[in-house]
């Protein structure tokens, strides 16, 4: 049997060098995810799919796709791809768990400068208008002596905690589970109460997984609880908040500022999402969007996707991935 590999969107020469030994290669070369019909279309006799953010993996399609034995995610969240529904049609799930970590808690640091010191605003006023030199404009927060809440203390939370050890700001952290007093010590921060971190964070930063009890967690009676002229980070999902109650609250002065590189219309699970990003958060100057480059480190997107065709070449020679999140029986897959 010649196994059929989709890449549903661009990928690294160097990867599909890497599987072009193991099957018949079906190339997405365009800078674009494919519509639903062509995905489709690709993967009507596929064995494995290499996917993304980008596509949605339900059971209406996965019995169009009878043959699919791999769905290997170049991702770390996986609200896109019903887990359970591949595991009724057989159909191994394989995440990126680790290589994003580092990168989206580096951007976060640079989205909270940029949105606190008013980088975006300064750098367009000297375009479009002008520079005559220094003015008394453009003042704005700073992290420095801030106190920092970090809501989420996985492993994206804990890197975030870990940069910000180079500032002289009291760091916070918001979970359901204690971090270790060791690792409390190692990263200077401490476990408080929700309540308490919206009462006395400058910043607060979203490290959430998309879950049903956090969609929305970020609504107008969270913001309202929040200190005044704090600013809010979001580098993790874009369902996390709503993002009407965010232009509301800067419209209103009570948010000092958002940055975010995730936004509602990415959450292609969520079937009442938003098909764009609210209009007013786009023309505020309040804001800072950057398009989900949280991982876009050309190096890391690069492993990203050959951990993914490694968990593919793994199923390939009969051995289960160790990045699969559903336990079948390889003998189910075969």
Known sequence: MTFKIVLANKVHDTITSKLEPFGQLALNKTDHPYSRDDLLKNCADAHALMAFMTETIDEAFLEACPNLKIIAGALKGYNNIDVDACSKHGVIVTIVPDLLTEPTAELTIGLMISVARKVIAGDQ??????????????????????TI??????????????????????KLYVDKE??????????????????????????????????????????????????PDSYLINPAR???????????????????????????????????????????????????????????????????????????????????PDTAVNNLDLKIVG
């Open 149 to 170: 809440a970090v809501l989420g203390a996985g492993a994206v939370g804990q890197a975030i905690l870990k940069m910000l050890k180079g500032f002289d700001c009291k």
């Open 178 to 227: 204690a971090l270790s007093p060791q690792t409390e010590h190692d990263l200077e921060t401490k476990k408080v109460s929700l309540e308490e971190a919206q009462k006395t964070a400058d910043f607060i930063i979203l490290a959430l997984h998309l879950m049903h009890e956090t969609f929305h967690l970020i609504n107008q009676g969270f913001i309202t609880s929040m200190k």
């Open 125 to 146: 006023f000297i375009r479009q208008e002008g520079f005559q030199g220094w003015r008394p404009k453009f003042y704005g927060g700073s992290i420095q002596g801030s």
């Open 238 to 320: 874009g369902s996390l908040v709503d993002e009407a109650a965010i232009a509301d609250a800067l419209e209103q002065g009570h948010l000092a500022g958002y940055a975010a590189d995730t936004f509602e219309m990415e959450d292609w699970a969520v079937e009442q999402r938003p098909r764009t990003i609210n209009e007013r958060l786009l023309t505020s100057k309040k804001t800072v969007l950057t398009p989900h480059i949280g991982s876009a480190v050309r190096a890391v997107r690069e492993e990203i996707e050959h951990s993914a065709a490694c968990s593919i070449i793994s199923l390939i020679n009969g051995t289960m």
